[in-house]
């Protein structure tokens, strides 16, 4: 038989539960903000840049495929 007694409730306090937890502990007088990290900067950089030559190549393409 099925079971007819499903909290919806249940899975939101586990998720507020995931989300309120404690974030792991630092060294002493490190900083951090929420997402940042060293080492993704320069790749996320990098896909930003790949993204922004890629939609100016597909543009010029549409351009130059309205124009002949």
């Known amino acids: 038989m ?3 007694d499903y909290d919806p409730a249940g899975s ?3 998720f507020r539960a995931f989300v309120d937890e404690a974030p792991a502990p630092q060294a002493p007088g490190s ?3 929420y997402g ?3 080492n993704a ?3 996320r950089t990098g896909m930003i840049i790949v993204g922004a030559v890629l939609a100016l190549v ?3 393409g549409v351009i ?3 124009v002949k």
Do not use: K
Request: no cysteine; proline share 0%.
């Open 2 to 4: 099925a079971d007819n």
């Open 12 to 14: 939101t306090q586990m």
């Open 31 to 33: 900083v951090t903000t």
């Open 36 to 38: 940042s990290n060293n």
């Open 41 to 43: 900067g320069s790749g």
């Open 58 to 60: 597909v543009v010029a």
């Open 64 to 66: 130059w495929l309205a």
